[in-house]
């Protein structure tokens, strides 16, 4: 038995960390966090001291039995989770849950995956910082407050199933606002002036007008008044002028570049970092400070020299914006700066390209370059053209690595060729395009990343999380509109004439943009209206400074709580007592038929349509939004046209057919059968010869291609690729299959090793109870009787189970069945005698 136990929070840092130490060393995994608050109650002492009521949790608690034997035997425990916030609170989990005597317990931190820094840890450890545990429970007791008492009282004044959170709440006020923004902007039309040039030697550069005209008619007027003029340099002037490369990566900012360049989004790229760093190839992850240890600057420095000559490199540090950089002292690097690729996994060698570009180039020379601006006037009106020229002489640190940029309007300068005072230039062409003012471009994941971070709002473990949960929530989706065409105008002055042409171009695209949901713009406007402290900028980011201040010792976390509480709880009860329901309601018009009113609003199944109200004497009709509609921006006549849903085609093959609106966009009826309409189909354009050729489509792919013991199979293409489907099982089709031509012998084998692989996952199978316990993924078992299915942890070992067993399960794990409260008071009431 190992005299050692050390425990880390991931499996696959374990194994990682047990190649650099010896047989005397175990590492385990505690699989994240042991113990955490309940997930049925509030878990926290409101009315008293703020204590936290940590448990357990079921499938943690074979863990922690293992973990606790192991530390009984084993001499001395280290505890080696990561250096920040949420690793201090796991390790003090660790130690109290454990019950750790803290003369054999040692508390081991690194900013790496490397022997060396596992060595220098070992050799330095020290005991649990409880300032930072202390920040930790701040952070997870006031969003546990916040969340459970604001979620209720969205159920009961909006919608049913609604949750709230602190950054949560606020990142969707953010995408709001912007989107209101959007929405009230007007677009202004100008005409900017471009011009083409070629000096005495020939050579071609572009030029502009640094200033636009208002109309069409005074920029036809500024071309006109070109014919015929001669054109020449009035001035040149040449800077000398440096680039000097950017910070090594935060979190925030690999989140910014990693979207940039390789197209991630904010989780992937968390996601494909933390395997680089616990495969020992990049430093911590979760950082926001921009230095560089002196070790690093060295491994840098020498790479350089080797790689690129000794005028590429200069060794320097960088200070960060951010107020108290969290834990982790370090930026994001790899840990070995002589490994410039790595052959693994394509999107992760994709993501330590980068890190290692950035943080390379960050210790590189600046570029040199030479900056030229040329004036250029016209023998025929006051109006001078500038072209400016960018000329690299030296590249520097661009040799490596070059920052990209969000702004789409940027104009990168081109290079421009030699020119001098008083040269006669020939103009090409000019022409005058009309061009709008562009609205606030929306957010994406890593803009909006940019925006929290600016406004001190979340650190770098909430980015991802926060983004991927206000997805999951439906109050914000990506944008999957291209655009519409809008036409402009362009004119050309060439060989002495002005040319008028239409053109076209596509506007308001919001593709993989964040665009707010009607239920995320009313819940918003409703948590504005009744907690605006709550959703106040300026709050969140004063809560996150509260949290620094709690881990640097310098404030007690439980006297923050009573403030906060002492406020929060008396606006939360007064508006679960007197605000009003909030749908979003806005009335649209009148119906001709009828007279009633004609209005929009979120329902209990989702946005919709009502003609009339409750008020009147016969029940309100309704029709539900198609997915592409929205509450907020849904004309009169497109909400009148959906009360023409569902329509009658006519019939096809002896079966009625109908055109309707659905939850998941519009489709065809052909008796029982649904076929969806293509993207972007208006159903109301619909007829019924355009419906017989999606049956048609629908009945030819449904066909079965081949009867395998009597039953049919059927091809199709879903999410996760092509599959046959036989006996209501699908059979996924990989790609040593020819998918268009698939022989007997194909779907025979696809179908008998679906068959086999069924079979395989069974380790128990009691027939007569209708109970299984069966194989699942990542190494865990389920149990399933009927349409109950129980997950059971990887820890668990199931092959000895039994049917006792396995019914005690079933019986711990079985839903209650709720009492209504109409029916427990009428428990409680007693009888009444009815009067005589």
Request: glycine residues 6%; charged residues 30%; without cysteine.
């Amino acid at each position: 038995m190992a005299k050692n136990l050390v425990i880390v929070e991931s499996p696959a840092k374990a194994k990682t960390i047990e190649k650099f130490l010896g047989k005397d060393f175990k590492v385990e995994s505690s699989f994240g966090h042991i113990a955490d608050l309940p997930s049925k109650e509030l878990g926290v002492d409101v009315e008293g001291d703020f204590d936290p009521k940590y448990e357990v949790s079921k499938d943690k608690k074979a863990v922690v039995k293992k973990l606790k034997d192991l530390a009984k035997k084993a001499e001395m425990i280290w505890l080696a989770s990561d250096e920040d916030r949420e690793g201090e609170a796991i390790a003090w989990h660790l130690a109290e849950t454990l019950k750790l005597d803290k003369e054999k317990t040692k508390r081991i931190v690194f900013h790496e995956i490397t022997k060396a820094a596992i060595q220098k840890a070992i050799e330095n450890p020290r005991g649990i910082d409880y300032h930072l545990v202390d920040a930790q429970q701040a952070r997870r007791v006031l969003d546990r407050i916040v969340g459970y008492e604001l979620s209720p009282v969205l159920w009961r004044k909006v919608k049913g199933g609604l949750s709230a959170g602190r950054v949560q709440s606020v990142s969707v006020r953010l995408i709001v606002e912007k989107e209101r923004e959007i929405q009230e902007f007007k677009a202004e039309a100008s005409y900017r002036i471009d011009a083409e040039f070629s000096n005495e030697e020939g050579q071609s550069f572009k030029a502009k007008l640094p200033k636009n005209f208002a109309t069409k008619k005074e920029a036809y007027a500024f071309l006109e008044s070109n014919i015929g003029a001669d054109f020449k340099v009035a001035d040149l002037q040449k800077k000398p002028a440096q680039k000097a490369p950017a910070a090594p990566f935060t979190t925030s900012t690999l989140q910014q570049e990693a979207a940039r360049k390789l197209y991630f989004s904010v989780s992937k790229t968390m996601n494909m970092a933390q395997r680089l760093y616990e495969a020992g190839l990049i430093t911590y992850m979760r950082t926001d400070s921009v230095n560089l240890s002196e070790e690093a600057k060295n491994g840098a420095q020498a790479e350089i020299i080797s790689a690129y000559g000794e005028k590429y490199s200069k060794p320097r540090n960088y200070k960060g914006k951010s107020k108290g950089a969290q834990e982790a002292h370090e930026a994001i690097r790899p840990t070995n700066f002589a490994t410039h690729s790595v052959n693994i996994d394509r999107d992760q060698a994709r993501l330590y390209d980068l890190i290692w570009k950035r943080a390379i180039a960050s210790q590189m020379s600046e570029a040199q370059l030479e900056r030229t601006n040329v004036k250029i006037e016209s023998s025929k009106n006051s109006e001078v053209f500038t072209a400016n020229g960018e000329m690299i002489k030296f590249d520097g640190f661009l040799k490596v690595y070059l920052e990209g940029t969000d702004d789409e309007d940027v104009e990168q300068d081109g290079m421009l060729p030699a020119l001098k005072v008083n040269e006669t230039l020939l103009n090409k062409y000019i022409t005058a395009t009309e061009r709008y003012t562009r609205p606030p471009a929306r957010y994406t994941e890593a803009s909006l990343v940019k925006k929290l971070e600016e406004l001190g709002i979340g650190r770098p473990s909430t980015y991802a999380p926060t983004i991927s949960t206000i997805q999951n929530r439906n109050y914000v989706e990506k944008g999957t509109v291209e655009g519409i065409e809008r036409n402009y105008t362009q004119l050309t002055l060439k060989n002495g004439t002005v040319k008028d042409k239409k053109l076209t171009e596509k506007v308001g695209s919001d593709k993989g943009k964040l665009v707010p949901t009607d239920i995320g713009m009313i819940v918003t406007d409703f948590l504005v209206n009744h907690f605006e402290s709550i959703l106040d900028y300026n709050f969140t980011a004063k809560v996150e400074n509260q949290f620094d201040d709690i881990a640097e010792g310098k404030k007690d976390w439980k006297k923050m709580m009573k403030s906060f509480y002492k406020t929060f709880h008396p606006i939360v009860i007064d508006v679960q007592e007197n605000a009003d329901r909030e749908s979003g309601e806005r009335i649209l018009g009148t119906d001709p038929k009828t007279g009633k009113q004609v209005s929009v609003r979120l329902g209990k199944f989702g946005p919709m349509v009502q003609i009339g109200t409750v008020d009147d004497e016969e029940k309100p009709s309704f029709a539900s939004l198609s997915p592409d509609q929205q509450l907020n921006t849904i004309t009169y006549e497109e909400a009148m046209d959906l009360f023409q849903l569902p329509k009658d085609l006519g019939t096809y093959e002896g079966e009625e057919v109908q055109v309707n609106n659905g939850r998941f966009g519009p489709y065809v009826k052909f008796g029982s059968a649904y076929v969806s309409l293509p993207k972007g189909t208006d159903p109301l354009s619909v007829d019924l010869d355009d419906a017989i050729v999606l049956i048609k489509e629908k009945q030819k792919a449904d066909a079965p291609i081949y009867h395998y013991q009597d039953l049919p199979v059927q091809k199709g293409k879903g999410r996760f690729g092509p599959y046959i489907k036989w006996n209501n099982m699908f059979i996924n089709v990989n790609k040593k299959y020819d998918w268009d031509n698939l022989s007997e012998t194909d779907i025979v084998t696809l179908i008998e090793d679906k068959i086999q692989k069924e079979k395989d996952k069974v380790i128990h199978h009691w027939e007569e109870e209708g109970i299984k316990v069966e194989k699942a993924r990542w190494g865990r078992h389920n149990i399933i009787k009927g349409k109950t299915k129980i997950e059971l942890p990887k820890t668990v070992d199931v092959s000895k189970f039994t049917l006792e067993e396995v019914q005690a399960i079933i019986e711990k794990n079985a839903p209650k069945k709720k009492t209504t409260k109409k029916k427990a008071a009428a428990k409680k009431k007693p009888a009444t005698k009815k009067k005589k």
